[in-house]
C-alpha cells in the first residue's frame, strides 16, 4: 500500500540555521510528491510539488525539496530558517495526476528557537 | 491565488444532533471536492471525495450514512455529521481542485473544529 513516513515528529533549529525535513514514501509508480505548511488557525498552504522533470523543485518562502528516486525520499530544505517558518509540514503524494486525493504524512513539528 | 473558505470555523453541539460543514471555492469552480479528517497531532485522513452533481465516494471505515457529503455545485460541497458523538470530535477539512486539465493542486479550507459534548 502507497504510504508517506516522516521520521522526524518534532524539530527545532535556530533562527538563520539551515533546515531538512525528511519525507519517505512507498510507492511502485512514478509518484506526484508533495509539501504543506500548515499553521494555525490556517489551511495547508503548498510549498512546493513534484511531478517530473528536475529532481530539485524550487517553491515558496525559501523552500527547496529533492526528489531522489533511488532513496525514496523528497526532502524539504531551507538554508537560512525564519521565527515566523514555525508550524506543521506534511509530505504528501497523490497517487496520479488526475487528482486521485493525496496521502499525507503524519507532519513535522517545526519550532524555531532565538 | 485560489481560495477556499470553511463554514463555521468552529462549531460546539451536543451529543445526537446533527452538523453541517461548508466548503466553497471562493474564486474557481471545483469540479473535486475532498473532506479529510485531523486528529490532535495526527496526520490528514481522507474521508471521502465528491464530484459535482454525483455520489461521494468514500474511504473504507467511513460511515457513509454518518458523514453525509453533498457537492450540489461547483463552488459548494457540505459534510453534515449526523447524530453526532463525543468521538466524532475532529478537525475536518476540505480541499478543492479545479476541473482544468492538467491543474493538479489542491487547495485547502482553513479547517472546521467539531467538538462534541
Known sequence: AQSVTQPDIHITVSEGA??????????????????????????LQLLLKYFSGDTLVQGIKGFEAEFK???????LRKPSVHWSD??????????NQAGTALIFGKGTTLSVSS | GAVVSQH???VICKSGTSVKIECRSLDFQATTM??????????????????EGSKATYEQGVEKDKFLINH????????TVTSAHPEDSSFYICSAKSGRRGTDTQYFGPGTRLTVL
Open chain 1, 69 to 75: 528516486r533511488s532513496q525514496s525520499s523528497f526532502n
Open chain 2, 8 to 10: 463555521p470555523s468552529w
Open chain 2, 72 to 79: 450540489a455545485s461547483l463552488t459548494l460541497s457540505t459534510l
Open chain 1, 86 to 95: 514555525a508550524a506543521e509540514y506534511f509530505c504528501a503524494v497523490a497517487l
Open chain 2, 34 to 51: 475532498f473532506w479529510y479528517r485531523q486528529f490532535p497531532k495526527q496526520s490528514l485522513m481522507l474521508m471521502a471525495t465528491s464530484n
Open chain 1, 18 to 43: 539551515s533546515l531538512e525535513l525528511r519525507c519517505n514514501y512507498s510507492y511502485g509508480a512514478t509518484p506526484y510528491l508533495f509539501w504543506y505548511v500548515q499553521s494555525p488557525g490556517q489551511g
